[in-house]
């Protein structure tokens, strides 16, 4: 980025802080209660109980760099208020345990700050304008460092993922720059932070493969096998084991590493979130809901055997599905594995450079958002984050990006239930969603339409749905009796836009020619 363009950039982030400490005294959701809880373990307890402690529902589920990370907030945390860190007091919230939690993820966003900056240090100049406002770095900061998802989920909601997706960007922009160990190195430490970056794991795995691990292509641009290096396989091999050992091997003595897996990986939970995330088994799970309902009008089922609200009843556990078969943790995996394979092989085949890492990225992330099991609706931001720098290349990406994002964010919004908080979203919502219109549409006013009036419409009648969800919708009788179809109406409609989405990002990445310069033997 240019010397001059520091001052905008400063302006960006420390107006996008400043709001960020508006947002302390807002609602909070039952995650601030878990990483009080993990402060309250990792600070009292030794390492060995760490990954056992369950006096309170919320035990410790991520890898063990996260609970040494909030090992060392405990450390500045009992300087606020001690208390915060006694196990035993189950949903303590004093106004200082409030004012340590948000503030910890507010400094810790400087990562996530100083990762953006790094990438918009990799945006081409080709697109160069005169208005600051108009320039494709300016563009991408504000999609990323203003992201309304981010924004409510961290700062409303209450998680850590500024600085997580700090760290994936700080990879992204390093594999860019071509310091292909250093982003290995993030991407490895990442993943021992929170292991949901393993959705995206196939795509650094096989452009490092493709780009670092064989240094030539031939002039048609296919692999030159010859070009294998054995060096650069060894030093990647040496990150990730030394990664691995400084998080895993403390628990491998122990002989606890089967409970820290256990612990990572609860497959007990169902296969849908408490919050529907608006993927392929939320319509999957609609239409069993309406094969019921059909059948039971048509008498081909008997209702004394089917359980009330199995799917829809908005709680974590494990259901059976009525009419459609149900789905198992295998089957969510293979059909995870065939949905992430073609944008594999376009990587491996149809290299791309950065570009085509970035769309083999976003497309391993909304693959598994799409089929995994037990998504959470916020896992749509690790789709959508990466998105955005595509977004500012191509006037296609910047159509695929306003489906998803809109859509995305809007899919969020069930989180944020308080009324309090009900005009909040919506402005901070409207507001990026018409920036976000408007800066792109400005970039590519030479180009085509971004979206043509099918995907318009679409995108319109969230309006309307946002009324009779938030406003109609309780004033009515079925509000007693139906209290989860605001958020089964808004899973399903927003599922069918991320599929869209989906498709469509696939189908231009499966279209798109080769175009891949020679690398020198």
């Known amino acids: 980025m240019a010397a001059g363009g520091r001052g905008w950039f400063r302006a960006l982030a420390l107006g996008v802080s400043f709001l960020k400490c508006l947002l302390i005294p807002a609602y909070y959701s039952t995650d601030f209660e878990v990483h009080r809880n993990w402060l309250a373990i990792t600070h009292n307890l030794p390492l060995s109980q760490w990954y056992y402690e369950a006096t309170s529902e919320w035990t410790l589920d991520y890898p063990p760099f996260f609970a040494w990370f909030e090992y060392a907030l405990s450390h500045i945390a009992k300087y606020f208020d001690p208390q915060m860190l006694v196990v035993e007091n189950l949903n303590y919230a004093s106004r200082a345990t409030v004012f340590f939690q948000r503030l910890s993820v507010i400094f810790t966003d400087t990562l996530f700050i100083y990762a953006v900056h790094e990438c918009c240090r990799c945006v081409n100049g080709k697109r160069a304008a005169k208005d600051i406002l108009e320039k494709p770095t300016f563009i991408l900061a504000v999609l990323l460092l203003w992201n309304f998802g981010l924004l ?194 376009c990587l491996w085949f149809k290299p791309q450079g950065p570009r085509g890492f970035l769309q083999c990225l976003v497309l391993c992330a909304l693959s598994s958002f799409m089929f995994g099991w037990h998504v959470h609706e916020k896992a749509i931001l690790l789709s959508i984050l990466p998105l955005s720098l595509l977004s500012i290349q191509r006037a296609k990406d910047a159509g695929i990006y306003l489906i998803l994002a809109t859509t995305g964010h809007f899919s969020l919004f069930p989180l944020l239930f308080t009324p309090p908080e009900l005009p ?68 399903v409609y927003c599922a069918l836009g991320i599929t869209y989405s989906w498709l469509k990002l696939y189908i231009s990445v499966l279209s798109e020619r080769t175009s891949v310069r020679q690398k020198a033997e």
């Open 152 to 345: 409510i989920v961290d700062h409303i909601h209450f998680q850590y993922n500024g600085f997580l997706f700090g760290l994936m960007l700080l990879s992204v922009a390093r594999l860019c720059q071509k310091r292909y160990l250093e982003g290995a190195l993030l991407f490895a430490v990442l993943l021992h932070f929170k292991h949901i970056y393993m959705y995206v794991a196939p795509a650094y795995g096989i452009y490092l493969l493709r780009s670092y691990c064989f240094t030539a292509n031939n002039a048609d641009g296919s692999l030159k096998w010859r070009s294998f290096s054995f060096l650069h396989v060894t030093l990647l091999g040496l990150i990730v084991c030394l990664v691995s050992a400084l998080s895993l091997g403390p628990f491998l003595v122990l002989g606890q590493l089967p409970q820290v897996i256990s612990r990572l990986f609860p497959f007990k939970r169902g296969l849908c979130h408490a919050y529907w995330a608006p993927n392929f088994w939320a319509l999957y799970n609609a239409m069993d809901k309406a094969l019921t309902i059909l059948g039971l009008k048509c008498n081909f089922l008997d209702g004394t055997k089917i359980p009330k609200a199995s799917m829809t009843g908005g709680l974590v556990q494990e259901f059976q599905h009525t009419v459609l078969p149900s789905v198992t943790p295998l089957a969510t995996l293979i059909c995870t594995f065939i949905a992430i394979l073609p944008s594999v092989f």
């Open 424 to 491: 909040i979203k919506i402005l901070l919502m409207l507001l990026f969603t018409v920036y976000s219109f408007s800066s792109l549409k400005s970039l590519f006013r030479r180009e085509k339409p971004l979206l043509n009036w099918l995907e318009t419409l679409y995108l319109i009648q969230l309006v309307p749905l946002e009324i009779f969800c938030e406003i109609i919708f309780p004033l009515t009788p079925w509000k007693q009796h139906f209290p989860f179809v605001p958020l089964l109406l808004t899973s």
